[in-house]
């Protein structure tokens, strides 16, 4: 069953066209992850599809319904939910606040929220405000808030950006505990996260798809390489 | 009872045995201190709403409490002679009032509404001044009643606890307000506002709830002003009055919930009580405006809360000021 | 004839539409360039017309007068600037908008101190009396001053900001401080300069004012709105923009208070508002 739709987004600032022409689509219980270079529009890709940014063309379909119109809120109520790269927390209020406001609308049982809280390790901060917690921290409550509205698609946006590597173990082996559950698509830039974790690998540069396919063959893929020549 | 061990309400519960006891002393004065003190406590409490929770900084915040003074004023002398209804209808009155301005200014950019919040309020103060007919013009109204068909308040005793009754009835359901799940959104409107799409909230619908709340709240100060003074001019429409809430909130400290309360009852002592002070307030208000910008940011609630470090719990934080301790 | 009065009245808005001009080139040159709302210009405004009049009491000299108070009042912006307004620029828009607002109550109190609860003025100096007919309509000299002055301080701002060398500074710090700052640019010394500059137009408004309306407690606070009014209608920071939306404001203002008195400012406020809520953006959109 196909979950997410995209045909022939395009997002351009000025003259410069962040997304070009983008079209693929996602099956339900996929594991995707979306790669590139840095400036290649990943983000900008998903900002599209959660309405952050409005298209400038192009269309968006979730089960088959067309929600290119829609609000960002409509969206994430329908069932797609996103973190953010820098972390976008409520700062001035507490991690068990935090998540609290991101299940409001979507009627999770308080001892779910629970749970969720003491599956990433959060309970012991559960009182603390945000601004006084580090990084790694920060980015599991980013995990804890969308996982808490039972997303049907979760897009992670470099999940594990920034964590030490016993953190980033921790997420990895999270969100494989996720699998057949809901649909994953992880921007990455850590190749070990990556193949460890996705069934199938978009590629992109400048704004385009240059490569798609599960992760063998993404990783013989000549002009891949010549992209990621140098980097690590 | 858990709520009692919050300070907050233990300082509340304070305010009002102390104020229930003014009566007491007889003196007209302390009397008429004190409900101007009630009166401006609700006012700064709605302001607050606005400005500390949800970041939204008005500079008409005038224009509800004018609409509730003259509301009131209006009702009770042209249509029914009653302190009481004549505070209730205003107050309803008001929610139209919120909803067509909000709906027009929260749209905006911060800087913007607040902007706008002023040529909203200096509209209304237009109206007022212009609208010789209906609302006296810059004489205003005079002769609001204060003994009615239903309640009859006119010795100072009695209109006292009339205030006193709304003083304790707001105080405690704005308390209740903020610490409800309504409070926690407008809280996450104030910090994140960008992120609570991607929450499932609506960003515009908290602010116009908010922006309501604090209206109705509003005008019922405006309306006890009415039936205290008795008379009403335009002058309470007018921005530099809008501009007197925010003070207050800022001097009390504007992360407190009780932050407008203490502020109000600095800012009354000092323009009322103190006579060769109230000649030049806006001088010691400036000073300790910038005072609190430039390093109070808590305001004198930060500064009682420093003493207490430690010992205080779901305290809000304020800007820049490092976490206050340990939590129990 | 509806003819003579009408151009009369347009007359007569061109000259207070300068005030406003004068009022507004400072503050949406500061908002341009440091991002700072001040909300204490209209009180910089009063304070020269405060000067100016002590100035000339005790000189005599109009133009003396004249120069020194902006010049004061220039440099107690600047000042203010240097003591408060710097240590805020990192903090949200909102608390510099409540620090400036502070320095408001501070000025407004005392100039009441200094001065006293009562308005002041000048008369108009002899060599300045007097009118001249252009067309059918009588204009007094001081007022064709004032119009021709605010013109000549549009033309000398807009041209040293597009045409200089310190102009190329401004701009290059108006669109980008940091990236200014690698080129060797200083933005701290621009800012206090153009704080400077800023209140002395205030400060010269100010000045010429009292000569034509008391200054008196509670102006200033009566002018920021007009202030604030002009320049975001104009869209904050746009200079051309501020001196056209002054020139109409002063010019509807006196048509509406001849035409209408009976609702004249509810009208201002009423397409103020309007015009505000039609473009985020201000008439003319931002620099």
């Known amino acids: 069953m196909e979950i997410l739709r995209v045909e022939g987004l395009t997002k351009k600032f000025g003259d410069f066209k962040a997304v070009d022409n983008v079209s693929f689509s996602v099956k339900e219980y996929e594991i995707l992850s979306i790669i590139g270079p840095n400036g290649a529009g990943k983000t900008t890709l998903v900002n599209l599809i959660t309405k952050k940014l409005n298209p400038d063309s192009g269309r968006i379909f979730f089960y088959d319904k067309d929600i290119t119109r829609l609000t960002a809120r409509m969206i994430n109520k329908l069932g797609i939910s996103r973190t953010f790269q820098l972390v976008s927390p409520y700062r001035r209020l507490t991690v068990s606040e935090n998540i609290l406001v991101s299940a409001l609308q979507f009627n999770t049982p308080r001892s779910e929220l629970q749970e969720i809280m003491i599956n990433l390790g959060l309970e012991k901060y559960k009182d603390v405000k945000v601004q006084n917690l580090s990084f790694g921290i920060q980015k599991l409550l980013e995990l804890a808030m969308v996982l808490v509205q039972h997303p049907k698609l979760l897009i992670l946006d470099e999940p594990a950006a920034g964590l030490l590597l016993h953190e980033r173990r921790k997420i990895v082996d999270f969100l494989k505990g996720l699998e057949n559950k809901i649909t994953l698509i992880v921007i990455e830039h850590d190749m070990g996260v990556v193949f460890d974790l996705a069934k199938r690998i978009i590629v992109m540069d400048k704004g385009k798809i240059i490569a798609d396919g599960p992760p063998e063959e993404i990783a013989n893929n000549k002009t891949v390489r010549e992209i990621y020549l140098g980097e690590a | ?283 010691i208000l400036g000073i300790a405006v910038i005072a609190v910008i430039l390093g109070f940011r808590g305001g004198i609630g930060g500064v009682i809360e420093s003493f207490y470090k430690g010992r205080t719990r779901f305290r809000r934080d304020v800007y820049g000021n490092p976490e206050s301790g340990r939590f129990n | 004839m509806i003819d003579q009065a009408l151009l009369s009245q347009i007359a007569i808005g061109l000259y207070k539409g300068s005030f406003y001009w004068l009022l507004a080139a400072g503050l949406t040159l500061i908002f341009g360039v440091t991002r700072i709302v001040n909300f204490a210009h209209a009180a910089f405004f009063v304070l020269g017309g405060y000067l100016m009049y002590s100035f000339y009491v005790l000189t005599g000299s109009f133009l003396l007068s004249l120069i020194t108070s902006l010049a004061a009042t220039g440099l107690l912006g600047a000042l203010t600037e240097i003591t408060l307004i710097r240590r805020i620029y990192g903090v949200p828009s909102i608390y510099q908008l409540l620090l400036t607002f502070g320095v408001t109550l501070i000025l407004n109190d005392s100039q009441k101190l200094v001065w006293g609860k009562f308005p ?59 990236v200014a700052q690698t080129l060797g640019i200083n933005p701290k010394k621009l800012y206090t300069m153009i704080f400077l500059i800023g209140t002395a137009l205030a400060g010269l408004g100010g000045s010429l004012i009292v000569v034509l309306h008391p200054v008196g407690p509670g102006l200033g606070d009566h002018l920021i709105i007009y202030a604030f009014i002009v320049v975001v209608m104009a869209g904050l920071g746009n200079i051309v923009g501020a001196f056209v939306v002054s020139l109409l404001v002063g010019v509807l203002s006196s048509i509406f208070a001849w035409l209408i008195p009976e609702v004249d400012i509810l009208l201002i406020y009423l397409i103020a508002a309007l015009s505000l809520l039609v473009r985020t953006g201000g008439l003319f959109g931002e620099r």
């Open chain 2, 1 to 283: 009872m858990k709520i009692l061990r919050e300070a907050n309400i233990m300082v509340l519960l304070l305010t009002f045995f102390s104020l229930a006891l003014v009566p007491l002393t007889y003196e007209r004065f302390y009397i008429y201190l004190m409900s101007l003190f009630m009166i401006y406590s609700i006012f700064s409490l709605s302001y607050n709403l606005l400005f500390g929770y949800a970041e939204l900084l008005s500079f008409g915040h005038a224009l509800f409490f004018a609409s509730g003074a003259y509301t009131t004023a209006l009702f009770t002398l042209n249509i029914f002679s009653d302190p009481l209804i004549g505070l209730i209808v205003s107050a309803f009155s008001s929610i139209p009032i919120a909803l067509v301005v909000g709906l027009l200014t929260l749209r905006h950019t911060r800087i913007y509404f607040s902007i706008l919040t002023l040529a909203f309020g200096m509209l209304a103060y237009a109206l007022l001044v212009k609208w010789r007919d209906v609302t006296g013009g810059s004489d205003g109204l005079v002769g609001i009643p204060k003994g009615g068909v239903l309640i009859d308040i006119t010795s100072p005793h009695l209109y006292y606890y009339f205030i006193f009754a709304f003083y304790c009835l707001v105080t405690i359901s704005l308390y209740m307000l903020t610490k409800s799940k309504w409070g926690l959104l407008i809280r996450a409107l104030g910090d994140n506002e960008d992120r609570l799409p991607f929450s499932g909230h609506s960003p515009m619908f908290v602010r116009l709830f908010t922006f309501t709340i604090s209206g109705f709240v509003a005008s019922i100060s405006g309306s006890l002003y009415a039936i205290l003074m008795g008379v009403v001019t335009p002058d309470i429409a007018y921005w530099t009055f809008s501009a007197e809430p925010l003070v207050m909130t800022l001097l009390g400290g504007s992360g407190y919930y009780l932050g407008p309360i203490l502020g109000a009852f600095i800012f009354v002592i000092l323009t009322t009580a103190l006579a060769r002070f109230a000649e030049y307030w806006q001088l």
């Open chain 3, 120 to 178: 002041k003025y000048i008369d108009v100096p002899g060599y300045l009396k007097g009118s001249i007919q252009i067309g059918a309509i009588s204009y007094s000299y001081y007022s064709l001053l004032l119009v021709m002055l605010g013109f000549l301080i549009f033309l000398l701002l807009h041209l040293s900001i597009n045409k200089t060398m310190w102009g190329l500074k401004v701009r290059a710090v108006w669109r980008d401080p940091s």
